[in-house]
């Protein structure tokens, strides 16, 4: 049985990281990483984020989620027991998000809505993804862009 893990790291917008648990809870996705400063559905101190609730209208509490403080070391680890691990970011190592043939236990990084996914962590990475831009405009919304690819790769 497939097991997709979505990680959100460095997402500045609270408002783009409860769209985004709104979307991987549609998609199927089975659990969601929080690292780096984004937002989480609860604090520290375990109280609700009302900007992350207000557009995850309670996808949030429907799936699965964590905080981790070390994402290289998390992606070994990931790595270690089988997943497959993808950025979404464009580079010049990059291949479009189309030509990916997800595994049953796949993970995606979704970065920086300004400076997307650091090179130390495309470093640690198997594929970098890309969707293709034919406007003038050379990205999407990080949470339009996650819907994106999700939809694409694991809604069956």
Not at 62 to 70: A, G, P, Q, V
Not at 99 to 115: A, D, R, S, W, Y
Not at 137 to 142: P, Q, T
Request: proline residues 4%.
């Amino acid at each position: 049985m497939p097991h997709h893990i979505l990680i959100l790291h460095n997402i500045r917008s609270a408002q783009n990281v409860g769209a985004m648990f709104r979307t991987a809870e549609a998609a199927g996705i089975h659990e969601v990483i929080i690292s780096g400063y984004s937002a989480a559905p609860k604090d520290r101190f375990g109280r609700p984020d009302k900007k992350v609730s207000k557009s995850a209208l309670g996808a949030e509490e429907m799936i699965s989620w964590r905080r981790i403080d070390d994402l290289p070391d998390e992606i070994k680890k990931l790595q270690d027991n089988g997943y497959t691990v993808s950025a979404i970011e464009q580079s010049t190592s990059s291949t479009d998000y189309k030509k990916h043939q997800p595994g049953e236990q796949e993970v995606l990084i979704m970065g920086n809505e300004v400076t997307g996914v650091e090179s130390e962590i495309l470093g640690c990475v198997d594929h970098v993804l890309e969707i293709p831009m034919s406007g003038e405009k050379e990205s999407l919304n990080v949470s339009v862009a996650c819907g994106i690819v999700l939809f694409r790769l694991f809604d069956r």
